[in-house]
């Protein structure tokens, strides 16, 4: 795919994506159901005006999961290396994590599960030195 037309389908799907997201976009989507809707007895319900709306939703459906997915997928990688450029210049962190998206979920259910002890037992801990503290005796 040459670069111009690459940039003009990132252009176009970003551009695509904020507007669907927009009130007035779901304004208008609601605006053709009711237009549809009104059209019914003046088509008696036949089986080709449910065709109408039944196949232009599953078009518009079908298309925008892709559009959405992109910018999805973009959306997230940009985000991975904002916290990538964050866990890289904090000089305690480890980056040990960096590159965790390429896990698999097993993988990532692990380093969850470590995660979640960690914090139990930094709310143990918490816990532990509040007590100490609200309980003169047990500073001894």
Sequence with gaps: MSIDLRRGWENFARKATQWTGR????GIALGI???????GPFFHFSDTWQLVINTGT??????MVFLIQHAQNKDTRAME?????????????????????NLSEEE????????RAL???????AESRHQTKRHPVLRR
């Design 33 to 39: 159901v009711v237009v549809w809707l009104l059209t």
């Design 119 to 125: 914090v139990e037992m930094a709310r143990h801990e």
């Design 23 to 26: 009130r007035q976009a779901f």
């Design 108 to 115: 990532l259910d692990v380093l969850h599960d470590h995660y």
């Design 81 to 101: 290396l904002k916290l990538n450029e964050l866990v890289a210049a904090v000089a305690a962190a480890s980056n040990r994590l960096i590159d965790v998206e």
């Design 58 to 63: 599953t078009v518009v459906t079908f298309l």
